[in-house]
């Protein structure tokens, strides 16, 4: 039996950007390949948002032990998101994130 004590989703879908089909592990909801993600969660895994909208990378940023932040600007409601990179995800886009930008967030 699953516990359903957790919000942890682990639902397939496919990428609006880019088309790919991804598999969802519960922890991201984002596109390995293109970065895309959807703005689904007020809080990481909750679901609880109702804008729906597609989430632009904006720009990364890697911490001293190689972890990656992704930093997404919703391209519908504006909203500012940050989000832990997965392991899949493409490294040398999110290399190329990471030298796009000083900042972030991209100027409002
Ligand atoms: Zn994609
Ligand atoms: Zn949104």
Not at 3 to 24: H, L, M, P, T, W
Not at 63 to 75: E, S
């Amino acid at each position: 039996m699953e516990s359903k004590r957790f919000s942890r989703n682990k639902e397939d879908f496919k990428c609006r950007n880019c088309g790919a089909q991804v598999k969802g592990t519960g922890y991201t909801d984002h596109c390995p390949r293109c970065l895309y993600s959807m703005h689904m969660d007020v809080n990481p895994g909750d679901r609880k948002a109702a804008c729906h909208g597609m989430m632009r990378p904006a720009s990364a940023s890697a911490d001293r032990k190689g972890f990656f932040t992704i930093y997404y600007v919703c391209t519908k409601c504006w909203a500012k998101v940050s989000c832990r990179a997965a392991e899949e995800d493409d490294s040398e886009l999110l290399h190329k994130l990471m030298s796009s930008s000083s900042r972030h967030w991209p100027a409002a």
